[in-house]
Nanobody, 124 residues
Framework: QVQLVESGGGLVQAGGSLRLSCAASGRTFSSYSMGWFRQAPGKEREFVAGINRSGGSTYYADSVKGRFTISRDNAINTVYLQMNILKPDDTAVYYC?????????????????WGQGTQVTVSS
């Protein structure tokens, strides 16, 4: 089992940047593929970015491709989401998630563990 704690959210102006972190407990972090999702008020949770166990493969939602970067540091059990050129439409609660399999995919139902979320608000 793994516990996930997100941090780094906040209020930023459009065009700005934020870096989210997700710290995982346990000694088996490198055995999980990881993902970031987000949920805006009144909307369903949506996939943002994913990364495989080693960090060698990443994939993104079209809406964030070229602006967001997911990465991980297995030595310190942490996954990151660097968010650049933020837009008001990026406003949401951001969640990290862990999947016991080698590839978490884009569906939230594929992931086994979730953090509590961190709020990101982008003002226009």
């Amino acid at each position: 089992q793994v516990q996930l704690v997100e941090s780094g959210g906040g209020l930023v102006q459009a065009g700005g940047s934020l870096r989210l972190s997700c710290a995982a407990s346990g000694r088996t972090f490198s055995s999980y593929s990881m993902g970031w999702f987000r949920q805006a008020p009144g909307k369903e949770r949506e996939f943002v970015a994913g990364i495989n166990r080693s960090g060698g493969s990443t994939y993104y939602a079209d809406s964030v491709k070229g602006r967001f970067t997911i990465s991980r540091d297995n030595a310190i059990n942490t996954v990151y989401l660097q968010m650049n050129i933020l837009k008001p439409d990026d406003t949401a609660v951001y969640y990290c998630a862990a999947d016991r399999g080698p590839y978490g995919g884009t569906r939230s139902g594929s992931y086994d563990y979730w953090g509590q979320g961190t709020q990101v608000t982008v003002s226009s």
